[in-house]
């Protein structure tokens, strides 16, 4: 795959498209442009641009895609399999300046947005509304982001990723074209399904200039407990059961010793440590919160729980909850001169237990650091691994536990990725999980982006 290198005449004319202040080939911003939170290597772009609206982003494909020239949408850089990185250089989007939240409309449970709003930022504007936006990824991730790679979080047992809290999404096309996918109603059977096409796709198929996203009401109450279990096989198990026992929880999460060690360490929160699980419940009578997690108790205990504490207050878990946000970058900070891969499979509920126990037996086998949790009542896991960042010999290892795991987690019938995208390190995968179906997402590829300057290096594996 080629491209043209953008010369001095391509980079004034694209001055001219916007303004010279918002194209810039300066040093400091190419590096801070060519790599996101991942492992993978850094790729500077020819330049940097910060469009301020959908048709200056029509204006800058358009011509892109005439002079043959790769881009690649940037929203805040959390990206954790390279997603971002423009591996063919090219030109980089910033929708750093597209950060407007356009209209709420408390009645439709919706607000219009554009891509480069942060999604704390969309809450905090809703906090006297009464409303949320659900998906909560943890990093200081954009809207647009988060429906570029389907985001979720701690609640996506309950609200979903962001395929299910996006409804309408205004999208600008390889050639500049711009369509709208999706509508403003909750229910429609109207033509193919364009918008959950977009969703996921990061970048590679069309850029999104605006999104209207779905609200939830806060919840009026809520009671959390932390349940902690021998073993991590143990706690998986206990997912298992809670689910099957037709509860719905708000967030389910699993965290492992090691994940607890490091909380109680720099947050002294004084957790049980061992293998927990962090469990809230949202509602609006008390007794109906009380009953649910008398329920989970004694499910836990059938489970083999050797620790049950409920009914946390507010402040410890706020606490919590914090500290569970911040626990990538906990990790990171815990272990300087290495480097962290985070593994994101996702599997069914039954076959959660068995991909916990193996993805610790494969990463026990070895010296290097390693942490399991995840989103477990959605059957999202999520293993960091710690390595020395200039050891050859580690980074087999670490790859060879990357392979067997996905591996494992798709021939279960799970996925290479449940929240953070093919990106670079997924797309070997591809294959594997979707066979023949890589083919047409190919010819899709082709047949809106015929040049493939749209995020090139994504996604396919032939494609780098």
């Given at each position: 795959?080629?491209?043209?290198?953008?010369?001095?005449?391509?980079?004034?004319?694209?001055?001219?498209?916007?303004?010279?202040?918002?194209?810039?080939?300066?040093?400091?911003?190419?590096?801070?442009?060519?790599?996101?939170?991942?492992?993978?290597?850094?790729?500077?772009?020819?330049?940097?641009?910060?469009?301020?609206?959908?048709?200056?982003?029509?204006?800058?494909?358009?011509?892109?895609?005439?002079?043959?020239?790769?881009?690649?949408?940037?929203?805040?850089?959390?990206?954790?399999?390279?997603?971002?990185?423009?591996?063919?250089?090219?030109?980089?989007?910033?929708?750093?300046?597209?950060?407007?939240?356009?209209?709420?409309?408390?009645?439709?449970?919706?607000?219009?947005v554009?891509?480069?709003?942060i999604?704390?930022?969309?809450?905090?504007?809703?906090?006297?509304?009464?409303?949320?936006?659900?998906?909560?990824?943890?990093?200081?991730?954009?809207?647009?982001?988060?429906?570029?790679?389907?985001?979720?979080?701690?609640?996506?047992?309950?609200?979903?990723?962001?395929?299910?809290?996006?409804l309408?999404?205004?999208?600008?096309?390889?050639?500049?074209?711009?369509?709208?996918?999706?509508?403003?109603s909750?229910?429609?059977?109207?033509?193919?399904?364009?918008?959950?096409?977009?969703?996921?796709?990061?970048?590679?198929?069309?850029?999104?200039?605006?999104?209207?996203?779905?609200?939830?009401?806060?919840?009026?109450?809520?009671?959390?407990?932390?349940?902690?279990?021998?073993?991590?096989?143990?706690?998986?198990?206990?997912?298992?059961?809670?689910?099957?026992?037709?509860?719905?929880?708000?967030?389910?999460?699993?965290?492992?010793?090691?994940?607890?060690?490091?909380?109680?360490?720099?947050?002294?929160?004084?957790?049980?440590?061992?293998?927990?699980?962090?469990?809230?419940?949202?509602?609006?009578?008390?007794?109906?919160?009380?009953?649910?997690?008398?329920?989970?108790r004694?499910?836990?205990?059938?489970?083999?729980?050797?620790?049950?504490?409920?009914?946390?207050?507010?402040?410890?878990?706020?606490?919590?909850?914090?500290?569970?946000?911040?626990?990538g970058?906990?990790?990171?900070?815990?272990?300087?001169?290495r480097?962290?891969?985070?593994?994101?499979?996702?599997?069914?509920?039954?076959?959660?237990?068995?991909?916990?126990?193996?993805?610790?037996?494969?990463?026990?086998?070895?010296?290097?650091p390693?942490?399991?949790?995840?989103?477990?009542?959605?059957?999202?896991?999520?293993?960091?691994?710690?390595?020395?960042?200039?050891?050859?010999?580690?980074?087999?290892?670490?790859?060879?536990?990357?392979?067997?795991?996905?591996?494992?987690?798709?021939?279960?019938?799970?996925?290479?990725?449940?929240?953070?995208g093919?990106?670079?390190?997924?797309?070997?995968?591809?294959?594997?999980?979707?066979?023949?179906?890589?083919?047409?997402?190919?010819?899709?590829?082709?047949?809106?982006?015929?040049?493939?300057?749209?995020?090139?290096?994504?996604?396919?594996?032939?494609?780098?």
């Amino acid at each position: 795959m080629k491209f043209q290198s953008p010369t001095k005449k391509h980079i004034q004319l694209l001055k001219d498209i916007l303004s010279p202040e918002r194209v810039s080939s300066g040093q400091s911003n190419l590096d801070l442009h060519s790599i996101d939170q991942s492992h993978h290597p850094p790729s500077r772009p020819d330049a940097v641009l910060w469009p301020i609206n959908a048709q200056e982003v029509s204006d800058i494909l358009a011509f892109a895609n005439q002079e043959n020239i790769s881009v690649t949408a940037w929203g805040s850089g959390s990206s954790l399999e390279g997603n971002p990185i423009p591996v063919f250089k090219g030109l980089v989007l910033d929708f750093t300046y597209m950060n407007r939240i356009l209209q709420i409309r408390e009645k439709d449970f919706q607000a219009d947005v554009e891509p480069g709003v942060i999604y704390q930022r969309l809450n905090t504007r809703l906090k006297h509304t009464g409303l949320f936006f659900a998906p909560d990824p943890g990093a200081h991730a954009t809207i647009g982001g988060i429906i570029a790679n389907n985001a979720g979080g701690i609640r996506s047992v309950r609200y979903g990723s962001a395929r299910q809290n996006v409804l309408q999404i205004k999208v600008v096309l390889a050639n500049g074209e711009q369509i709208t996918a999706g509508s403003r109603s909750l229910k429609t059977s109207s033509g193919y399904d364009l918008l959950d096409l977009f969703v996921g796709s990061e970048g590679t198929l069309g850029l999104i200039t605006e999104a209207t996203v779905r609200l939830r009401g806060l919840p009026e109450r809520s009671v959390a407990a932390i349940v902690s279990f021998p073993s991590v096989k143990m706690a998986a198990k206990a997912v298992f059961d809670i689910i099957r026992s037709g509860l719905e929880p708000a967030a389910l999460e699993m965290i492992d010793t090691n994940c607890i060690r490091l909380i109680n360490r720099e947050d002294s929160i004084g957790i049980n440590e061992s293998p927990s699980l962090f469990i809230e419940f949202y509602g609006v009578a008390k007794a109906q919160l009380e009953q649910e997690m008398d329920m989970v108790r004694e499910i836990s205990r059938h489970a083999g729980a050797n620790g049950f504490v409920s009914g946390i207050g507010d402040r410890d878990r706020n606490a919590l909850l914090k500290a569970r946000y911040e626990l990538g970058e906990k990790i990171r900070r815990s272990h300087p001169g290495r480097t962290h891969i985070v593994l994101d499979v996702a599997v069914p509920i039954s076959s959660f237990p068995e991909t916990v126990s193996f993805a610790k037996q494969e990463s026990s086998v070895t010296d290097i650091p390693f942490y399991i949790f995840g989103h477990a009542g959605s059957g999202n896991l999520h293993l960091v691994l710690m390595g020395k960042t200039d050891d050859p010999t580690e980074w087999a290892a670490i790859d060879r536990i990357n392979e067997s795991i996905v591996e494992m987690a798709i021939r279960q019938g799970g996925t290479a990725t449940g929240e953070h995208g093919v990106g670079i390190g997924k797309k070997k995968f591809m294959f594997t999980e979707h066979g023949t179906g890589l083919k047409w997402m190919h010819n899709i590829k082709k047949l809106l982006d015929p040049q493939g300057i749209l995020n090139p290096g994504k996604i396919f594996p032939l494609s780098k």
